[in-house]
């Protein structure tokens, strides 16, 4: 019954606690030690580490690389520059705007848009900005699989030329961002 399920359930979360434990001792010579304690870190990330590796404080700088920061313009060729610390999702995958379609009103769309806000929330409060020479906004990736379900579940209702035009747009910003990086 219920013993049974949660050891099935308990099971392969404590066998990779352990193996992940033992690559840690293996690495750093303690099991608690992922490498972030001991990660060499630029004086910027190192005062907003300071402040908290999770902190309220973080959220204005975050919402702003996630949502809004765009390209650098300058004078010579390439002409626009990419941000180290991380783009808007707006301007990277503006694709995953169609999940917008998939709704709330029934139960899947409205657990995958919890689980969406709950991912961007902790994100949001860590304190690493998008990620360090990153095109995008890195850590926005583990909220990532719930938006494409959304995006798959609106697809299902609408794909017309609104939706097409975003996935152009989203391989073309793609495609600048490899583009830019060559320069």
Known sequence: GALRRLIA??????LTVLISAAYNWGRFGSPLE???GISTISPVLAARRAVGVFSIAHVPDNIWL????????????PYLVSDPRGQ?????SPALLAAVGAGVRSRTPAMLWAATALVTAVLLLY??????RTYGYRYF????????ALTALAARRRFGALERLLIVMSVGFVS???ILKAF
């Not at 359930?9 to 404590?14: E, K």
């Not at 304190?127 to 360090?132: A, L, R, S, T, V």
């Not at 990736?141 to 494409?148: K, V």
């Open 9 to 14: 359930f308990a099971s392969p979360v404590a």
């Open 34 to 36: 992922t490498g972030y």
């Open 66 to 77: 996630l949502v809004f920061r765009g390209f650098d313009f300058m004078p010579s060729f």
């Open 88 to 92: 808007s999702i707006l301007l990277t």
């Open 127 to 132: 304190y690493g900005e998008g990620g360090f």
């Open 141 to 148: 990736l583990d909220a990532t699989p719930f938006l494409l």
């Open 176 to 178: 600048l961002g490899l």
